[in-house]
């Protein structure tokens, strides 16, 4: 079955600790994106890649980190300059072109702190 | 910069009560505007792509319309199992980003 992988289901982070959050996907999209998403609040995006080796910053990129060395992977790195990560995390991908763009979403990553 | 408004936040429905979710967006030059569905601690699940004004799509108990300044998504008849928030977004012309609206989250009582 084709679709985006995101891992681990849930998570939990210590003061001052980096934590990667993981999302593979098998669709053969070019474009990948991370959301982040708070009770009663849209989605926000945090990074987006249109391709391999390249990423931008999107709307809240401040304490996140992302790299995308392969087609298929697109991690986010949660940094402890992070002071309020707690919050739902959504990967997604689409392909670019064709007028068929919608996105496909990951399950998600609840992150919490300790 | 887009900007894209759900109301209502929240509905009740009794099962079998028709009903309509509005999204009001604000746009340079609409690309398409995108309907999902979310279930709790899940993510979110496509249900249509409108691209022109006076275009309609139906899904089932879900009907989704556009104009120049707003879409629609009419729920008719609805059962429990129509119970998520329902998720609006926007894409500007050349612009890669999706614009998501706060959500419409919908319960439907049996």
């Known amino acids: 079955d084709g679709g985006i992988t995101q891992s681990p289901k849930y998570l939990f982070r210590k003061e001052g600790q980096n934590v990667t959050l993981s999302c593979e996907q098998n669709?053969?999209?070019?474009?990948m994106y991370w959301y982040r998403q708070d009770p009663g609040q849209g989605l926000r995006l945090i990074y987006y890649?249109?391709?391999?080796?390249?990423?931008q910053k999107g709307d809240i990129a401040e304490g996140y980190s992302v790299s995308r060395e392969k087609k298929e992977s697109f991690p986010l790195t949660v940094t402890s300059a992070q002071k309020n990560p707690t919050a739902f995390y959504l990967c997604?991908?689409?392909?670019?072109?064709?007028?068929?763009?919608?996105?496909?979403f990951g399950s998600g990553t609840q992150l919490s702190v300790l | 910069e887009d900007q894209v408004t759900q109301s209502p936040e929240a509905l009740r429905l009794q099962e079998g009560e028709s009903s309509s979710l509005n999204c009001s967006y604000t746009?340079?030059?609409?690309?398409?505007l995108f309907w999902y569905r979310q279930d709790p601690g899940k993510g979110p699940e496509f249900l249509f792509t409108?691209?022109?004004a006076g275009e309609e799509k139906e899904k089932e108990r879900l009907k989704a319309t556009l104009t120049k300044k707003e879409s629609f998504l009419h729920i008719t008849a609805p059962k429990p199992e129509d119970s998520a928030t329902y998720l609006c977004a926007v894409q500007a012309g050349g612009n890669n980003r999706l614009a998501f609206g706060k959500g419409n989250q919908v319960v439907v009582i049996p």
């Open positions: 746009v340079s030059g609409l690309r398409g």
């Open positions: 409108l691209y022109s």
């Open positions: 997604a991908s689409r392909t670019t072109g064709g007028g068929n763009e919608k996105l496909f």
């Open positions: 890649s249109q391709i391999v080796n390249d990423f």
């Open positions: 669709l053969n999209h070019d474009a």
